[in-house]
């Protein structure tokens, strides 16, 4: 039974409304754990998400066509529409950065528009590769640092505050770095197929699909001590850990069900991009305990 109509989920997941939504959940999530209150890098978030990622999608509709059917087609069906809302997503996102976030708010926004245009066109210097999508694990790092900057740091250059959150800010990047990475692997091995037939080398081209499973629990387990040690260090708040750790809890289990099952991994991918959003809730609700006389905070 279809749960969702097809054409509304086309219309959300890729247009990449769900992704820009998945954003402004992150950057909240940063937000609290630098002690920074919710700002118009929410908004910025979900835009500048919405028009990077839209165009990469027009960008690669060939390259797509293997690994993306479904959205290659839908997107394909709409490429005027598409190139119009992502360049007025861009251009609302950059307006927003400069006026609450001067050149800092810019340059924070722009950065992952910056890494995708290397990611994607024949940019790099180097005499093997051309693009950083063909260099081995720089592919997934550069992805996962890309949204990291801009998800960590952009609540930080919008509320233009001191130097006291700047460390939590840093621990909400590299957490979301961890993240990433694991978003990105997983999502590699739905397009595992597509990627050893085009010589991309990912994480489950190189090692297999079970070695790379082996590699994002590991992943799982830095996030966690990461965010503990640093509510041990008094840098993110006390109950930071036990509110991130039903999400760390899910994301392992969309990992796991990438074998073994009957899913489909299309919608364990998509499933996996929810994570943000379960983050974000767990810590309102933990926050909400601990702010009512709870013994988290």
């Known amino acids: 039974m279809q749960i969702v109509p097809p054409r509304l989920y086309g219309a959300v997941v890729h247009s990449s409304v769900f992704l820009g939504a998945s954003t402004i959940a992150e950057v909240f999530v940063a937000s609290s754990l630098a002690g920074i209150g919710p700002n118009v890098a929410l908004a910025v978030g979900f835009l500048i998400t919405v028009g990077i990622y839209n165009f990469d999608k027009l960008a690669d509709l060939d390259a797509d066509e293997e690994n993306y059917a479904e959205r290659t087609a839908f ?8 190139a119009g809302f992502s360049a007025l997503a861009i251009v609302g996102a950059l307006w927003l950065a400069v006026r609450h976030g001067g050149v800092y708010g810019l340059g924070l926004t722009l950065f992952p528009g910056v890494v995708a245009v290397f990611y994607s066109a024949p940019l790099v210097p180097l005499p093997s590769v051309d693009r950083l999508k063909d260099i081995f694990l720089v592919n997934t790092a550069s992805v996962s640092l890309a949204w990291a900057v ?8 919008v509320a233009a505050t001191t130097s006291e959150y700047a460390a939590g800010a840093t621990v909400a990047a590299v957490w979301f770095f961890l993240r990433s990475a694991i978003s990105v692997e997983v999502h590699n091995v739905r397009d595992v197929s597509g990627d ?13 699909v079970r070695r790379t499973q082996l590699s994002l ?3 799982e387990l830095v ?7 640093a509510a041990r260090a008094g840098v993110v708040p006390a109950w930071a850990p036990v509110a991130l750790l039903p999400a760390v809890a899910y994301s392992t289990w ?4 990438l ?11 998509t499933l996996r991009d929810a994570e943000g959003v379960l983050m974000a809730v767990g810590i309102a609700v933990v926050a909400a305990v601990a702010g009512t006389g709870g013994t988290l905070g």
Request: glycine share 10%; hydrophobic share 50%; charged share 15%.
């Open 217 to 219: 629990y590991a992943l």
């Open 75 to 82: 997107v394909a069906a709409h490429p005027r529409l598409y």
């Open 254 to 257: 969309i990992t796991y069900a």
């Open 259 to 269: 074998t073994g099952t009957d899913r489909s991994v299309e919608r364990l991918c």
């Open 150 to 157: 801009l998800v960590g740091f952009a609540p930080l250059a």
């Open 223 to 229: 996030s966690v001590g990461l965010v503990w040690a």
């Open 196 to 208: 050893a037939r085009n010589g991309v080398e990912t994480l489950p081209t190189v090692i297999g």
